[in-house]
């Protein structure tokens, strides 16, 4: 299914097209936001008492009318893509963003929907999600918490990858799974972060499941 995505952003003429049709997507009137789920997520007894004065930051934000900047969460939602289509978002690349300077310049939450299945390659991948633990706020300082979107095929049908893999890895980086949703196409996970990576772990590219049906989607961390 991932070649077919690829294909099919190719067809379409490329990912700015494929964004165009994502964004229209993301309307409540399609249901094709995924931080609906978050906001779902984020209202219920394990998050409510921990959203005083939290702020968020979405990486590939299509639209600034999405679920995480109108449910009144959030007292600052700051929003990048790549390719921004809207005065509201800013066009940045998250590898190249400036890390922060102290805890002011942190974020309570990270939003990563539909983003690191773009990235070009298995090790691009694990140094995003290095990246985004330099981004987060100490749990000292209240929630410390990423919500996390891929297509389901990634940890469904890969020959190198799967759901425990993911969880490793992001065991590894501190992160706590609280909440996992699996839709017909797409996969959901909410995490809170410890305030530290552990060390000595490496995840290498190795097969875990054959079969020629299998893609080839898969996260390293050396």
């Given at each position: 299914?991932?070649?077919?995505i690829d294909?099919?952003?190719?067809?379409?003429?490329?990912?700015?097209?494929?964004?165009?049709?994502?964004?229209?997507?993301?309307?409540s009137k399609?249901g094709?936001d995924?931080?609906?789920?978050l906001?779902?997520?984020l209202q219920?007894?394990?998050?409510k008492e921990?959203?005083e004065?939290?702020?968020?930051?979405?990486i590939?934000?299509?639209?600034?009318?999405n679920?995480i900047?109108?449910c009144?969460i959030?007292?600052?939602?700051?929003?990048?893509?790549l390719?921004?289509?809207?005065?509201?978002i800013?066009?940045q690349d998250?590898m190249?963003r400036?890390?922060p300077?102290d805890?002011?310049?942190?974020?309570?939450l990270i939003?990563?929907?539909l983003?690191?299945?773009f990235v070009?390659?298995?090790?691009?991948?694990?140094?995003m999600?290095i990246?985004?633990?330099?981004?987060?706020?100490?749990p000292?300082?209240?929630?410390?918490?990423l919500?996390m979107v891929l297509p389901?095929?990634?940890?469904?049908n890969s020959?190198?990858?799967?759901?425990?893999?993911?969880?490793?890895?992001?065991?590894?980086?501190g992160?706590?799974q609280?909440?996992?949703?699996?839709a017909n196409?797409?996969?959901?996970?909410?995490f809170?972060w410890?305030?530290?990576?552990n060390?000595?772990?490496k995840?290498p590219k190795?097969?875990?499941h054959?079969?020629?049906?299998k893609?080839n989607?898969c996260?390293t961390?050396s």
């Amino acid at each position: 299914m991932l070649g077919q995505i690829d294909a099919e952003i190719k067809e379409r003429g490329g990912i700015e097209a494929y964004q165009s049709a994502s964004t229209q997507g993301q309307t409540s009137k399609r249901g094709g936001d995924s931080s609906k789920k978050l906001v779902e997520w984020l209202q219920s007894d394990t998050y409510k008492e921990k959203l005083e004065n939290v702020n968020a930051l979405e990486i590939g934000c299509l639209s600034p009318r999405n679920f995480i900047s109108t449910c009144g969460i959030f007292t600052d939602v700051t929003r990048i893509d790549l390719n921004s289509q809207d005065a509201l978002i800013m066009k940045q690349d998250f590898m190249e963003r400036p890390l922060p300077q102290d805890e002011s310049e942190k974020f309570n939450l990270i939003s990563c929907s539909l983003v690191i299945n773009f990235v070009p390659s298995p090790k691009e991948r694990g140094e995003m999600l290095i990246r985004m633990t330099k981004f987060l706020k100490s749990p000292k300082n209240g929630m410390s918490t990423l919500f996390m979107v891929l297509p389901l095929p990634c940890v469904a049908n890969s020959r190198y990858f799967d759901n425990d893999r993911f969880l490793a890895i992001m065991k590894y980086l501190g992160f706590h799974q609280t909440f996992y949703y699996e839709a017909n196409k797409v996969a959901y996970w909410l995490f809170d972060w410890n305030g530290k990576r552990n060390s000595g772990t490496k995840f290498p590219k190795k097969e875990l499941h054959s079969g020629s049906s299998k893609n080839n989607f898969c996260i390293t961390i050396s």
